[in-house]
């Protein structure tokens, strides 16, 4: 038989459906293959096997018995370890809730087991979200399938090495400043952040509020499209949710395969064209703009010239969200407790709580964010951050006017060998470069991989109006006809 871990979402659903393999045959070959190549990458934290197979029986069950499955019922898929699951170890990267149990799912994932996916575990990532590497784990980095001794882009590492490996066809990430794209590119996966609002963020355990996007990771477009239609929609429990249908994402991957772009207008974002990226980087993404323009794209350049001050204005608002929702964090209510032998005051076993259970990384964030927001500095810092933030939407909305989607390299570089850049914080935070911009507009945004650089892979980047995530997909799909799949090397 086929090696089911080497097929796509949309084949396996279609072997399940068709009887030709059962559920729990194909997530047997993951959790097989999990066993077999998870201690080099260190993709998950928590490996559910019982609750995998018990939900792929359900599935077999269901088609035994005669009802229509979904059209990814069956499929294993991994979910980033920031995002609620009951029963099941909800973590965040970090010591603060190590061996936590939520009493609930996320809406995410709620949509996922009503869609009849199999959730093989939770996967690693940065703590709380923050980093660009998977190095701020507080349990270890995970390594990129490509070269084990280079990361797999952060904070969603996780998700993106698991694809990577064969580990899962299907995962969940989230996206604050690039958490799903930046890794998608450096792993030669697919990332999409949805237009902000478009996914819940209810069980969504919070780095920064008006940011933060749940959306789907796989290693091709269209699985991409469909994990989306599933997770997407309205959701009243979370008072951000738009209540608008998903765009039909999969149809428009669906006529974005056939490599047709004629009246596409697509623009080159003039700003990420320069300095600041690697050579063999903008030698790929050249040459993708070549790819899209031979499938009838019309290109033009595109000057958003407030884009340089989004790495400064993120740095300031995502801090200050996360120094106020990380308050919770105290040792009185849930999680990790230090110090409480009945002679310490509540403040003196809240401090030792957050000192022991944050990593560097968080505690940065917490003190540049509880500064920002202190009296005297608030309308300096992040005041002025929110109106540039506005300036960065003003040159969004100018750009729609005259183009249907934008176009970038996703990340400066290729992957970087781990260590590299944990001693200089701002080396590592140029990673997300290119891919904040878009969570500051609220837009939708996806990588799709577009060539290698020093035998690594490249991503590029399709930014698009907000609720229009059809057409970064449309576009997506295009140029993954055109350029193909990249394989990393046997593990």
Same mark, same amino acid.
């Given at each position: 038989m086929?090696?089911?871990?080497?097929?796509?979402? &949309? $084949?396996?659903? #279609?072997?399940? @459906?068709?009887?030709? =393999?059962?559920?729990?045959?194909?997530?047997?070959a993951h959790l097989d293959r999990i066993g077999a190549v998870d201690d080099r990458v260190h993709a998950f934290l928590h &490996? $559910?096997?019982? #609750?995998?197979? @018990?939900?792929?029986? =359900?599935?077999?069950?269901r088609r035994a018995a005669g009802e229509e499955l979904g059209p990814l019922a069956g499929v294993p898929v991994a979910v980033k370890d920031v995002l609620t699951t009951k029963g099941v170890p909800t973590t965040v990267g970090s010591k603060i809730l190590e061996g936590w149990r939520p009493p609930y799912d996320s809406t995410i994932v709620e949509r996922l087991r009503a869609a009849g996916t199999v959730m093989l575990g939770k996967t690693n990532m940065d703590e709380f979200a923050m980093g660009s590497s998977t190095e701020y784990s507080a349990y270890g980095p995970t390594r990129n399938p490509w070269d084990t001794e280079r990361i797999p882009g952060g904070s969603g590492g996780g998700s993106a090495a698991a694809l990577a490996a064969y580990e899962a066809p299907l995962a969940i990430g989230s996206d604050t400043g690039g958490s799903i794209r930046q890794p998608g590119a450096v792993t030669g996966t697919v990332g999409a952040k949805p237009t902000y609002g478009g996914t819940s963020r209810y069980g969504l355990v919070a780095f920064s509020s008006s940011l933060d996007t749940p959306g789907p990771c796989a290693r091709t477009v269209l699985d991409a499209a469909l994990l989306h239609q599933v997770i997407g929609g309205h959701d009243p429990r979370d008072s951000t949710s738009i209540p608008a249908p998903v765009p039909d994402v999969v149809g428009a991957a669906?006529?974005?395969?056939?490599?047709?772009?004629?009246?596409?207008?697509?623009?080159?974002?003039?700003?990420?064209?320069?300095?600041?990226?690697?050579?063999?980087v903008m030698a790929a993404f050249r040459e993708s703009v070549e790819a899209l323009a031979k499938l009838g794209a019309e290109i033009v350049e595109i000057s958003c010239p407030h884009f340089k001050y989004a790495l400064p204005a993120y740095y300031l608002i995502a801090p200050s969200e996360c120094s106020s929702n990380l308050a919770r964090f105290d040792g009185v209510r849930f999680g990790l407790r230090v110090g409480d032998d009945g002679n310490r005051s509540l403040e003196e076993v809240m401090s030792l709580t957050r000192e022991a259970g944050f990593g560097p990384e968080v505690k940065r964030r917490i003190m540049i964010g509880t500064y920002a927001l202190s009296s005297g500095y608030y309308d300096a810092y992040y005041g002025q951050a929110q109106k540039v933030r506005t300036l960065i939407t003003r040159d969004f909305t100018s750009a729609f006017d005259q183009v249907d989607a934008l176009i970038s390299p996703t990340t400066p570089f290729v992957a970087f060998p781990i260590g590299a850049r944990t001693s200089d914080p701002y080396q590592m935070y140029l990673a997300d470069l290119f891919t904040i911009p878009t969570n500051l507009y609220g837009g939708p945004a996806i990588s799709v991989p577009c060539g290698l650089s020093d035998g690594l892979p490249v991503g590029l980047q399709i930014m698009a109006p907000t609720m229009a995530d059809d057409r970064m997909y449309r576009v997506a799909a295009a140029l993954e006809s055109s350029v193909g799949a990249f394989t990393p090397p046997a593990l």
């Open positions: 086929t090696d089911l871990t080497r097929l796509n979402a &949309v $084949d396996l659903a #279609g072997l399940v @459906a068709n009887g030709d =393999a059962s559920a729990v045959e194909v997530t047997r &490996v $559910d096997s019982d #609750g995998a197979l @018990a939900a792929a029986r =359900a599935v077999d069950e669906k006529l974005g395969a056939s490599g047709d772009l004629t009246g596409v207008k697509l623009g080159v974002v003039t700003e990420f064209t320069g300095e600041g990226a690697e050579p063999g």
